[in-house]
């Protein structure tokens, strides 16, 4: 029926709207920002704003620098979910 693309755009708008895809985006979010914040240059350009949505990136990175043990279980655990609990 469709072809390929469109299992694709069934696929990404399954992910946008349940709880596990919004728990990926989440991590994803909070791991990026957390690598960027351990690159100086990127540092002092992306993550020194502390209001708008460069502070939500500033305070996704506090977050994963502060509680790197807890982030790192969840994604592998939402790893493990992804691969073999779907």
């Keep these: 029926m469709g072809g ?11 992910g946008v709207y349940s709880l596990d ?3 990926v985006f989440g991590l994803l979010l909070v791991c990026t920002c957390a690598y960027l914040r351990k690159v100086p240059r990127l540092r002092t350009w992306l993550l020194s704003e502390r209001r708008g949505v460069w502070g939500v990136c500033h305070k996704a990175a506090v ?8 982030v790192s279980v969840s994604c592998l655990l939402m790893a493990f979910y992804v691969l073999v609990g779907k």
């Design 21 to 23: 895809g919004l728990l």
């Design 63 to 70: 977050i994963g620098t502060r509680l790197h043990v807890a």
């Design 4 to 14: 390929k693309g469109s299992y694709w755009v069934h696929w990404v708008s399954v």
